[in-house]
Every structure is written in C-alpha cells, then in structure tokens.
C-alpha cells in the first residue's frame, strides 16, 4: 500500500490505494501533475536560514536550471525535494507526491553534489547495485547498466575498479547512477563542476537526450552559460530566496543599449529625447539605453537633421552576466 496525493482530487488530499492499483498510482496521479511544487519551502539550520519562503513550480518536460552563487541554497533545496532534509516550513510535492515519498522517489534520479562511491567497486558493480536498489528484474540489470555507461561515455571501462576514476570520470559514472531506469525527473546538483570542456559537452547533449524523452531535469548550477545553453526556464535563488522566474529571454528583459559616436549636437538635444531611453556620456559617446533597436534609423535619421555627424552605432544587448548581477544586486 502507498500513499499518494491524488491529482484528480483537487484539494490534493492523500489518499490510500491497495496493492491492485500500484501500477495505475505509479502514473495517473503524477502526470497531471507538475514535476515539483514548492509553496513557501524553508530550512533552518542552527546559525543560518539556508532556504527561506521559496515558492516555485516546475512543468513536465522542461528543463529547469535553478541558478545561484555559491552557498544560495540550491543544494539544500534539492534535499528538502528529495526528502534528504526536512523543511523547517513550507511544503513541496514532487512528481505529484509530497517530498520523500518513496514510490516517487523511485521515478527520480539524482546526482548529487558530492558523492563517492566504494573506490573497489567496478563501474558496472556500482550500478547493478543501483538497478538491485531501484528494483529492477535481476536478468535486466548488467543490461541497463551497460547502456547507462554507454551513454555516459565510460563503456569501455566496465570493468575497471572507481578508485582508478578520474574526478571527471567518477561525475560521469554518477550521472550514469542518475539516469538508471528512465526516471521521469532527473535531478542534477552542478553535473559539470568536474568535468572539462569535452565532459560538458556530453553532459548538455545527455540532458537534451533526457528531456526529448519527455522527462524533466532540474539543473542546480551556478554557471549561467550551462543555463542559457540548456534551460528552458530558470528560477534565480539568492540567499535562499527566489529572486527571478523565467525563461532567459524573459530574465533578460530585452532591454538594449546603443552606444553612438556622435558629433556636432549638443547635450541639450539628448534631454529633449529623453524619451527615446535614458542617456549618458561615455567619453566621445553617447550610451542610451532602450527598449529595443527598433529606434535606431529614427534616432540616426533625427541625429543627421539636426546637424549631428554619426561616426557608429553600435547596439550591445546587455549580458546575461550583467543581467545575473544586476538581479542580485536588486535590493
Ligand atoms: N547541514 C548544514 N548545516 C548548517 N548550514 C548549512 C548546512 N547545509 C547548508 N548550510 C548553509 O546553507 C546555505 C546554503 O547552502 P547550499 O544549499 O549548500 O548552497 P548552494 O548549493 O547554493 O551552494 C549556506 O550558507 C550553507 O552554509
Ligand atoms: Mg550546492
């Protein structure tokens, strides 16, 4: 018998089911379902508040990057989800399931952020004994566990003892332990820290294999190119607390700055179109922030018919570096 909230039930209450529908459980509550679902989740430790009020919802399918500076929180979040930690307040339902339940424990898989496994197990030991703990028909596990090094990169080194792994070789082995039995979410606590250019390469097309799938990944990182290559939205967490949710487009905001060398107009001209964006002086140049190019050939055109000279124009789309730092800065 398990218990499992029920998607259909509209207050989400926990209901019981038998034996007879497990199977019918393990699926129709959580399809309906987002993959997690966090109202006002919170941990405290002793000294500090790791995460604080945390609200976010994250949909089937997508790849989710929940992006933060060291020591933000993410790891801590992930172990509330997982039921690794319990919340000081708040709760999360994950896979249509509150935090920790263990048949939807079962459809997760998760990297954490340190791990180590036994250095005189072999490659494929180390996952058979996840196949044997996830479960999975004994005749089928050196199977799925070669096809999980497969994918990851190290089949060749089945055989070959952990404690011989490179550090980036032991990140792969534990993405392997991460994607065994097609988990319908798949956690990833910074998967590339590890790795080199190459490994984070392998990484980024295994997380697009994951969600052609129609699985979900949920991407702690603190590396903003891993997002913009991978997410399709992200929640920007900061001292514990969602800061921003969206996709990067939208995080961006699309605001642009166009800086022109301009000649021949005097500083009063500028404030006169001041509602063409905000300016300033860079030296010889002139920095005006709008909401998109779009203005540019007018405000050229009307530069030239008041006499002005336009040595360039150039149009910078604020980075996302900068955007990351600004959203931080935010008070
Ligand atoms: N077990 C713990 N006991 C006390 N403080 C902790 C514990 N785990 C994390 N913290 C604190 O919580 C904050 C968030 O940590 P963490 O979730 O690891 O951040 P991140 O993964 O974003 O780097 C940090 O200030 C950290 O020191
Ligand atoms: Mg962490």
Redesign the pocket.
């Known amino acids: 018998m398990s218990l499992v909230r029920s998607a259909d039930d509209p207050d989400g209450r926990v209901v019981r089911r038998g034996p007879a529908d497990d199977a019918d459980a393990r699926r129709a509550p959580s399809e309906a379902s987002p993959a997690v679902h966090a109202t006002g989740l919170s941990k405290r430790?002793?000294?500090?508040v790791?995460?604080q009020g945390l609200s976010m919802t994250v949909n089937r399918g997508e790849v989710f990057g929940f992006l933060?500076?060291?020591?933000?929180?993410?790891?801590?979040?992930v172990k509330l989800l997982l039921g690794l930690a319990r919340p000081s307040g708040g709760e999360a339902l994950v896979l249509g399931a509150p935090a920790g339940d263990r048949e939807a424990r079962r459809r997760v898989g998760y990297l954490p952020?340190l791990f180590r496994f036994p250095h005189w197990l072999s490659a494929l030991e180390v996952l058979v004994l996840h196949c044997r703990l996830l479960d999975l028909p004994r005749g089928r596990r050196e199977l799925v566990s070669r096809e999980a090094l497969a994918l990851v990169g190290l089949a060749d080194r089945a055989e070959h003892a952990v404690g011989t792994f490179s550090k980036g070789m032991q990140q792969r082995l534990g993405l392997a332990v991460a994607l065994l039995g097609e988990p319908d979410l798949v956690v990833l606590?910074e998967p590339t820290s590890a790795l080199d250019p190459v490994g984070r390469h392998d990484v980024r097309e295994i997380v697009r294999a994951v969600r052609a799938r129609g699985a979900t990944v949920f991407l702690?990182t603190?590396l903003l190119s891993e997002a913009e290559q991978l997410c399709d939205r992200v929640t920007v967490?900061d001292r514990?607390q969602s800061v921003a949710t969206g996709t990067l487009a939208e995080l961006l905001g699309g605001r642009t700055t166009v800086r022109l060398l301009v000649t021949g107009l005097p500083d009063r001209w500028w404030n006169a179109h001041s509602s063409l964006g905000r300016w300033s002086r860079d030296g010889d140049w002139v920095v005006l922030e709008t909401g998109s190019t779009d203005v540019v050939p007018d405000l050229v055109a009307a530069v030239v018919h008041r006499g002005g000279q336009v040595a360039a124009v150039v149009p910078e789309h604020q980075s996302l570096e900068d955007r990351f730092l600004e959203i931080l800065r935010e008070p």
């Open positions: 430790y002793r000294r500090s790791a995460v933060g500076p060291n020591g933000a929180g993410k790891t801590t979040t952020e606590d702690n603190h967490i514990g």
